[in-house]
């Protein structure tokens, strides 16, 4: 699934290419905004909250109106130019097709959530969501607050929940316990969650304003070297040489994500 980061640099992308157009004709696969009609909105900016995209129109019939989606596992949007189309094969996913009037289109497809609601109720979309670094608004300390809610929570289960600090998924998870030191079954209230926050902070920020960085935590964005634990089970740890493990997700169980870890380097709990 892609995170916080990805969302908010395909966000740049979709502005930087889409942003003020006219459409000048809209198709919604989706039964239920299947009579949906964006001809004549001006998209003026897609903003972001965690790992969800707001689409924002100016549609002189219907005022503010915003399109929210969300990737999941196999969602994505493409900006196509102009006389540009869509592989056959790529027809039958497609969910949104938005064309405008300088002759691009985007697609929007294999997208598990697609709503479409005035701007001025937007908030209920992402008001379930913990505050993120990524975005103006980002509050520091009610992220702590939050983080620190349920005391015996693993903090890799707690760092996981988008309730309580949006953006965080497995990569950056795993990246972040392991460079703070910490086993990811170990309750979040044995944990320095500030000195988290503000690595995590820090790692996600890097992320989006450094060109080539993007998810490199080692330093080094060569293939295969980028990460210090995620992907690697079975290899040696790039610090101490101890095996890195892995643990299997189980499905349907957000407690139970895969999870990479180095046993020497990050002391505490087992998965058992």
Not at 54 to 60: A, C, G, I, N, Y
Not at 106 to 117: D, F, H
Request: aromatic share 4%; glycine share 10%.
């Amino acid at each position: 699934m892609p995170e916080g980061d990805t969302v908010f640099l395909l966000a740049r992308r979709l502005n930087d290419r889409l942003r003020g157009q006219l459409v000048q004709r809209s198709d919604f696969r989706v039964p239920r905004h299947a009579t949906a009609d964006l001809r004549g909105a001006t998209l003026l900016a897609t903003d972001t909250h965690g790992k969800h995209l707001l689409t924002r129109f100016d549609d002189p019939r219907s005022g503010p109106l915003t399109l929210h989606t969300h990737l999941r596992m196999d969602g994505s949007w493409t900006v196509l130019g102009p006389g540009k189309r869509l592989p056959r094969r790529l027809l039958p996913d497609v969910r949104i097709l938005l064309d405008f009037a300088d002759g691009r289109s985007a697609a929007g497809l294999k997208l598990p959530v697609v709503e479409l609601v005035k701007t001025a109720d937007e908030g209920r979309l992402t008001a379930h969501l913990g505050p993120d670094p990524l975005r103006d608004d980002w509050d520091r300390d009610l992220a702590i607050a939050r983080l620190t809610a349920d005391a015996d929570r693993p903090v890799s289960a707690t760092l996981l929940d988008q309730t309580r600090m949006a953006g965080l998924g497995n990569l950056w998870v795993n990246e972040v316990c392991y460079l703070r030191g910490i086993s990811p079954w170990t309750p979040i209230r044995n944990v320095d969650v500030p000195a988290l926050v503000d690595l995590a902070t820090r790692l996600l920020r890097f992320s989006v304003s450094t060109p080539g960085a993007t998810q490199v935590t080692t330093g080094d964005p060569r293939p295969g070297n980028s990460h210090w634990v995620s992907g690697r089970a079975g290899r040696p740890c790039r610090r101490c040489g101890t095996r890195i493990e892995v643990v299997a997700e189980v499905s349907g169980d957000p407690e139970r994500r895969r999870t990479w870890w180095c046993p020497r380097c990050q002391p505490g709990p087992g998965p058992g």
